[in-house]
């Protein structure tokens, strides 16, 4: 497959994954410019999300601090801001409407924590911890802080999603027999984790590998979808021996909900390809997403053959960076993942990994 680099950091930094419409870009911002920092640039995200913030007209990247410190002066060259020493400089400066935190995860309690303290306004990179713990703890410091929060699951505002969810509420499937999602793809064979982003592959600091890294998505999707988990399992694996062996590369998950829908979703750096994202079935419906369209079919839907590609959808909304953009931006609006639901996610794939380790089903924490 000749497929550069380039065109994968492209694919992790859009999250695109079989995404049905791109999401619309941050609206200009009136002067004067809003004024971010970014805390913590390990992230395999941040350099995308630098060069958006910098081709964004009013916006202002004024400084960035991560523990590295040849990695703070490299983002923060790239975008002619400030590479500080102390992040105190950052907590303390009045200037600094909103924070990206983009370390790497194993850091983000620390970090997430002293910007509740601050109140400052925070987009966090996904997933929220690497336990149920450091999750629960950030979740409950961000609820009290009454700082503006979200994170980077952008499922949830694509169009095609968006009208899943509500056909799924009006009942639209009959009763729901089986749902599917997929969230693949070849990171790992194009060597994407090789390099500076090798850390994404230490589970010590990212909390799994490819399954978890992708399977965060498309479980916080499911989740919010179907509501409340009963009880899961997993089977993953490592594939090209490149990693350590407890860094899992691909995996499979069985999820049985409260509500009594029966879920899968395989995620992972090892997959050629990933046509099929999302498939809902039930006793009065279907609905396939296949390479970006939506394919639905419904016995209470006028017009809902199956046959042709569905395009009666509500607009996508904004990516969550641009969401958080527009709330530190005085134009906050709909979409943005609430902390304790970033933290649910956390602790289902916490057990998840853990299930699969054991070979059981288990209840999530």
Wanted: hydrophobic share 45%; proline share 4%.
């Amino acid at each position: 497959m000749n497929t550069t680099r380039r065109d994968f950091v492209r694919l992790a930094a859009l999250a695109s994954a079989g995404a049905a419409v791109a999401p619309r870009v941050f609206a200009q911002a009136a002067a004067p410019a809003v004024t971010l920092a970014l805390v913590g640039g390990a992230h395999i995200h941040t350099p995308g999300y630098l060069e958006h913030i910098k081709t964004t007209p009013g916006l202002k990247l004024k400084s960035v601090w991560d523990h590295d410190a040849a990695r703070a002066a490299k983002r923060a060259e790239s975008c002619g801001a400030k590479a500080v020493k102390n992040l105190d400089e950052i907590w303390g400066d009045r200037e600094v409407a909103g924070v990206i935190i983009c370390s790497e995860t194993n850091r983000h309690r620390e970090l997430v924590t002293a910007a509740a303290a601050a109140k400052k306004p925070m987009f966090v990179e996904k997933p929220l911890g690497i336990a149920t713990a450091d999750a629960g703890a950030m979740a409950e410091a961000i609820e009290k802080s009454g700082a503006f929060f979200t994170t980077g699951y952008y499922q949830r505002g694509v169009a095609a999603h968006r009208f899943l969810k509500e056909q799924i509420a009006k009942g639209s499937f009959g009763k729901i027999t089986r749902a599917r999602c997929s969230n693949c793809h070849d990171g790992a064979l194009a060597g994407l984790f090789d390099g500076e982003f090798r850390w994404m592959a230490d589970p010590q600091q990212a909390g799994g590998g490819g399954f978890a890294d992708l399977g965060t998505h498309v479980l916080d999707l499911l989740m919010w979808f179907f509501g409340d988990l009963d009880s899961v399992t997993a089977d993953v694996k490592s594939v090209t021996g490149k990693f350590a062996p407890d860094c899992e590369e691909s995996g499979e998950a069985l999820l049985k909900f409260k509500n009594g829908v029966t879920a899968t979703f395989a995620a992972g750096w090892v997959d050629v390809e990933n046509p099929v994202t999302t498939l809902i079935s039930g006793t009065e419906g279907h609905a396939m997403i296949y390479r970006g369209q939506l394919f639905f079919k419904s016995a209470k839907v006028e017009g809902a053959d199956g046959m042709r590609a569905w395009k009666k959808l509500p607009e996508s909304l904004p990516s969550p960076l641009d969401q958080f953009l527009e709330a530190v931006g005085g134009k906050a609006g709909p979409g943005a993942v609430p902390a304790r639901e970033a933290a649910a996610c956390v602790g289902t794939m916490e057990t998840l990994l853990r299930a699969a380790r054991e070979h059981t089903w288990l209840k999530p924490a």
